[in-house]
């Protein structure tokens, strides 16, 4: 019930007026009216929400051709002690995203790969993100793509055979990849306020770009070459990690914290938030009675926070 109403109420509030919801939930009697994604993308219109469920098993595998946003219950949960109970994620293996304007809110998958203009990844847990297909010579290049507020375990890429992408925001992201290139293949587009795990090179490929206020091993012009705009970078020193990878969000914000209030994933005006909650509303407590006597009211106690960067749900 828990998990439930947290989905319901943050689309309450965040959820566009006109939209329709469709909620997914893949275990056995869950009561949702959609087991799988690709039953709710069927029926789904332009400018609907289609809420995951978090659950054991994965989504597996979905193809996104409409404009809509897929949202799910965020990740980390228990770790940073958000709710008060082991909420799963909602996972996927892959989704290819083929619709201009396509938001991921929420969500967990192992590769996501972009094939349109517009789109928007913000507070998800991501490994491989791929601008086109990787090492593709017939992909075209897209551009004005959102990536914000993202713990990320792999890259974002543009293979180097191809024309690179243009006029993306990259704000704001935990890459929490310790080896080898985390951003790959893009151009006059806006790296700022990341945090980079690697202690190897972080960019490459990035040119006519503004690179400013991450952490990061070689986010100058050592790495990422002369035609970018630099400013008010951390460098790691070279071949040098300061991270693990056990740690969680939290974690890795202490750790910023220590080099750098100015530059990383929690600085800036719109700093990384925890989870990938963003402004949902978190349910951290339902009190109910044990009983009641038949005809009265059932009176049920639930509180709602809303997480912020430093963690402290404000009820």
């Known amino acids: 019930m828990k998990k439930f109403l947290l989905m319901t109420l943050a689309v309450m509030l965040s959820g566009p007026a006109f939209a329709a919801t469709l909620r997914v939930n893949n275990a056995v009697g869950s009561g949702a009216k959609y087991a799988t994604v690709d039953a709710a993308l069927t029926d789904a219109q332009d400018g609907d929400v289609i809420i995951v469920d978090g659950s054991t098993d994965s989504y ?44 991921l809110t929420g969500i967990t998958s192992d590769v996501v790969t972009i094939y349109a203009d ?32 993202n713990f990320i375990t792999g890259w974002v890429m543009r293979d180097s055979y191809s024309v690179s992408c243009t006029f993306f925001q990259i704000t704001n992201n935990i890459f929490a990849r310790y080896s080898n290139v985390h951003i790959k293949g893009v151009d006059q587009s806006v790296i700022a306020y990341n945090t980079f795990a690697s202690y190897q090179p972080t960019l490459n490929t990035v040119t006519n770009s503004v690179i400013e206020y991450n952490i990061g091993n070689q986010v ?12 008010g970078n951390y460098l790691l020193p070279y071949n040098t990690s300061l991270y693990s990878s056990k740690y969680t969000d939290r974690n890795i914000k ?55 960067p430093s963690n402290t749900p404000e009820e």
Do not use: W
């Open 60 to 103: 597996g595998d979905i193809e996104i051709s409409k404009k809509i946003t897929l949202q799910g219950p965020g990740y980390f949960l228990s770790e940073n002690g958000i709710s008060t109970e082991d909420v799963s994620t909602a996972k996927f293996k892959s989704i290819t995203i083929k619709c201009e304007g396509v938001k």
């Open 118 to 149: 517009k789109v928007v990844l913000t507070h998800n847990y991501l490994n491989v993100i791929n601008l086109g297909r990787n090492f593709s010579y017939s992909d075209q290049p897209i551009s004005n793509g959102v990536i914000h507020q």
């Open 220 to 231: 100058d012009s050592n790495g990422a070459g002369l035609t970018n705009t630099y400013q």
């Open 254 to 308: 202490d750790v910023d914290a220590s080099l750098s209030l100015t530059a990383g994933a929690f600085a800036g005006s719109d700093p990384y938030v925890f989870s990938g909650l963003g402004e949902n509303p978190v349910v951290s407590d339902i009190e109910m009675p044990q009983s009641v006597v038949k005809g009265e009211d059932l009176k049920v106690t639930v509180r709602l926070g809303f997480a912020t």
